[in-house]
Every structure is written in structure tokens, then in C-alpha cells.
């Protein structure tokens, strides 16, 4: 081992601006790729201003409500500005929570909550106000509600045990921790199937693992350039065979590799707030080591180099759109769910070992490593 | 010392070698001539354990080419005619990184040393901008890293200058005469086979190189 490793670094010096360029790719692109997403995504949303004057509990969870909102982008700023910005037409709409929201809804008065302001290129006012009317209602229901049961208790002469505010946030964890509002598609003649958690349409490790498998077929690229026909009849004369060699940089690869992983996983958990447990980097592991195993193994068999390539970028693909990584085929694994399981991209974004690809990957690679050729070449 | 016994080789249904049997002693260099196509090269590639014959039986130095291939390949050393060499290294990084694969270790000294011996002095330059001569004695000096007494040269010198054959035939003169090495050597340079090898073995149909080499007085057998 020791040979080798003297070897790989005698190459890396050589090789390492490739290298290090097929190790961060991944890295690198799906920084890009989700920035990218993030900042369509924060234009395709709708501009508004809100101006807060009053700072009470209710007029707080009402902005909450609204920033929480999806397709908002909240500016919030002074009315002036707000209006100047609307004028310019650079805010779709301008929503103002004057002083007394809180004392019009304790009271009852479920009327003119709140001041809203368009202009001619106000496209989507009439959602937007619709959706901030909601969260207002529901804030006004929830005081009545509030307010009706105060009234039972002391019509019935009951102990107050609950007060106001007590009666308020109850209401609001059962709406949160509730799903309120619920619906469950079954087809003619077929039974309920289990809730599904539906993958979000883009997600920073099934971007990742798109260039991870391209990048390390890549990678593995020296299985191929170092047991080239001229080279073949050299590793006939050597102590270390070529076999023995291949087995020492795959160890070594795959080390370099997993520690890349490992800051990999680090750095998505500050940028994409991505998970970092125990469980999510054995499954970053298993995935990489069975992609890793593929592109070495791929790499044994093939003869010319562009056929390797253009199977990796096959492979890369084929696993994307089978694991649901970015475009979630929903049509074809619901007709079908075991072909989902075919991915290990799959296994990855689920938090998963892919067993099987992993068993079948270590058989082979065993298989490689054991089996006896012909003595001559 | 080498016995060789009926050997044959067929590729398919064509007979490329027929009932070759010879025998080689240390210390000796012999040639091997004859018409592209003869079976010269193949003749060297099933000496040198890179394919195995369809009949006959080689013993290398009581070693059998059938039982004790890995033993043999410790003592044979293989010049393929293409250059087979890490373009992308220096000669140093070269040799530095066979003798790292190689039964035999060797200081960084000895190495460049291995290199000198055969006027190959461009030790830290890439082998990208070496000449064919030195690309070729770099190509002879990692076969020999192992220190081989069994040397097999498939047109080690095709395709360099005047100089660099004079320095390759000098080098492999010393190997065999003074270390006691066996060298077979292929070339269609008659004038490089008379001058290097001790023996000269003609193969393939075509009278040509045999006479030629009669006619100058040269001893010389036909093979098949």
C-alpha cells in the first residue's frame, strides 16, 4: 500500500488540478445551481410592502403569517417609501397594519384590519389581498372563538380555567400541529395507498449527486489511461500487479473522496440547511461508496474512453430521473414504486443505504478481485 | 539457460510458428531476423510469457513456462517495440515509479546510474521533449530495472540515430559479456545484428536474411 500511495501522490502531482476540478464540480454546481434557483424564485414572487404601526402579539403573528407566505416577497418600510416604491411601480401592493389591529379584533370588529394600497399594475392585488384577509379572519375567528367560550364559562358558572390568551395560543398549536385541511386521491377499484412524502422539486443532494456520479466516473478515469494496450504488457514484469495496484487506488480514492463528502455535508448543512445526523452521512457514504465501486468496476471492463464517459453521464442521468431527484416522475413510480428503488440517488434523498446496489457492487468487485485470468496476458 | 522444444503457435487456423526448437546460454546475444510477418515478434511475446503457445514446451532456467510463469516473469526482462512509458513524467518520476512496482528496490542514485550506463542523461527532463533514442533507452532501462538475466528486444532501436543504436548494441555487449545475461534481440538492421549479437537464428519461409547473412559470412540458423 505503501507503494501505491508513493505512486497516486507521484501522479497527483501531476494530475491534481483535474482531480481537485472533478472533486468540488459537484460542489461547486449545485452552489450555483440552487443560488440560481433561489434568486428565480424570489423574482417570480410577488413584491410587496408592509408597514407595521402597531407592535403588539397579534399584529406580530400577522406578519409572520404574511412573510411565511410562498409567493410574497415582503419589503417591509416606512409608508411614504412604501407608496413612493408603488407610484414607481417597483410594489405590486402596499398593506398597512395600523395601531389598534389587536383592539379591533379583541372587540370584535372585523372591518378595515387592514389598509391596503394599488396601482393600475397591480396584477396580483386581488390574491394577495384575499390571502392577507385570511390570516387576518382567522385571527378575528379565533378571538370570537375565544371570546364564546369565556362567555359559556361564566354562563354556566364554571371555574375559569382558562383565560384568554391561554384559549388563543391553543387554538393556534392545534392549527399548526393539525392538518386542518387534508385530501387523499384513490383511483376506481383500487385501495388507499399510504401518505407519500412528495420530494420538493429541486433538492441540493439530488443536484449533488447528479455531478457526484458524473465526477467520479471521471475520477476513475486512471483504471482505463494506466492499463492502456501499451502499458498492459509492463504490469506483467511488476512485483505489484496491475490488480493490486487498481485495489490500493481505489482505497486511496475513495478515502480522498469520503473526506470530500464529509465537508461536502458540512457545508450544505450551513448553506442549504441541509440535515448533518449520523444517519444522513452512512447514507452519503453508502451512496458515493456504491457510485465509486460502479465507475471502478464500469472502468475493468470498457476499452475506449469516450464509451466510459458517455456511460457515466447515462448512468448520472438515468439515476436522476428514476430516484426523483429533480424532476420527481410521480406518473411513472406510482404505476411502478420498485423503480425508484433502482437509484441509489433515491436511497440518498429518502436517508437510506441502497442495499442492493451496495450488495451486488461488493459481489462484483470480489468477484474482480478473485478471479483467476489466464496466466499469460 | 534456455530450452525451447516444438514450439507452435497457431492464431485461428494460421500456423504462425512451427516446430521451433533452440537453446541459449548465458552470456550469449542472439539475433533474430526475418520478413515482417514471420513470427518474430510472437516467437518473443511467448518467451516472454505475454501469450502462451499452442504446442511445445519452454524451460527457463530449469523453470517451466507452464507451472512457474511468475517466478519466470522475475527474470525475464520485456522490451515491447511500442515505447511504453509515462509520457507525462520526467525520466526520474519514470524510473522512480516501476522501481517502486518492481521485485528489485533501488536507490534514486542506482537508478539514474541504470540510466547513465546507457548514456540516457536527461534525468529531470519530461519525456514529452526527449528524443526517439532517449525515449527508447529510457524504454530499455525500466525493463531492466528488475535485474533480469533473461532479456527479450522487440526492434529496440527502430526508428533512432546512428549514435543511440551504437550506445543501446555497446550497453547490451556489456550486459551479456560482463553480468552474464542472455539477450534475444529482433532487428531488420543487418548491419546492428552482425555487429551486436554472437548468433543469429532466421525465421519465416523467405531465403532472403539467411542468405544475406551467408553471404557475409555470419552464422546463422533457420528456424522453420
Known sequence: MKNVVFIRWMRLKKEWRSQLCWIIIPIVMTVLIMQGVETWQEETRVPIALVV????????????????????????????????KLEQHELDSVFVIREGYENNILENRRNQLIEAYSSNRSFAYQSVVETIT??????????????????????????????????IASSRERQRSGALLQSSFTYYEKSKTAEEHALPLLKAWGVWAFFAVITTFFLFDWMLKENRPSMRQRWLFTEISFKKYACGSLLYFTVII?????VTAFLFSSLFREALTIRVLISLFAFRLTIILLAFLLASVYKQLFMYYISGLG???????????????????????????????????????????????IVLLTVWIHKGGKANA | MLNVTGLQKKYKEKTVLENVSFQMKPGEIVGLVGENGAGKSTLLQLLATVMQPTQGDIQLDGLSYVNDVKEIR??????????????????????????????????????????????LTHWKEGVQSLSGGMK????????????????????????????????????????????????????HDMDEITTVCDRVYAIGKDPFYMNLLMENKISVEQLK
Not at chain 1, 62 to 78: C, K, R, Y
Open chain 1, 315 to 361: 448512468i448520472a442521468l438515468l439515476f436522476i430521473v428514476i430516484g426523483g431527484s429533480i424532476i420527481p416522475v410521480d406518473g411513472l413510480t406510482g404505476k411502478w414504486p420498485w423503480i425508484e428503488e433502482l437509484s441509489p440517488v433515491h436511497s440518498l434523498l429518502k436517508g437510506t443505504i441502497p442495499l442492493i446496489w451496495l450488495f451486488v457492487m
Open chain 1, 53 to 84: 404601526e402597531e407592535q403588539t402579539e397579534m399584529a406580530a403573528h400577522l406578519v409572520d403569517n404574511i412573510a411565511n407566505t410562498e409567493l410574497l416577497h415582503i419589503q417591509f418600510m416606512s409608508l411614504d417609501g412604501a407608496l413612493h
Open chain 1, 258 to 262: 469520503f473526506l470530500m463528502d464529509l
Open chain 2, 74 to 119: 522475475r527474470i525475464i526482462g520485456y522490451v515491447p517495440q511500442d515505447i511504453s512509458i509515462w509520457e507525462e513524467f520526467t525520466v526520474e518520476e519514470n524510473m522512480l515509479f516501476f522501481e517502486q512496482l518492481s521485485w528489485k528496490k533501488r536507490t534514486k542514485e542506482e537508478c539514474r546510474q541504470l540510466c547513465l550506463d546507457m548514456q
Open chain 1, 134 to 167: 385570511s390570516y387576518a379572519q382567522q385571527d378575528a375567528a379565533r378571538s370570537k372563538a375565544a371570546f364564546v367560550i369565556k362567555q359559556l364559562f361564566l354562563e354556566y358558572g364554571m371555574e375559569d380555567e382558562w383565560n384568554y390568551e391561554e384559549i
Open chain 2, 136 to 187: 527508447r533507452k529510457l524504454n530499455l532501462a525500466i525493463s531492466l530495472l528488475h535485474d533480469p538475466t533473461f532479456l527479450l528486444l522487440d526492434e529496440p532501436t527502430v526508428g533512432i540515430d546512428l549514435k543511440s543504436k551504437m550506445e543501446i548494441g555497446s550497453y547490451l555487449n556489456s550486459l551479456a559479456k560482463n553480468e552474464g545475461k542472455m539477450i534475444m534481440y529482433t532487428s
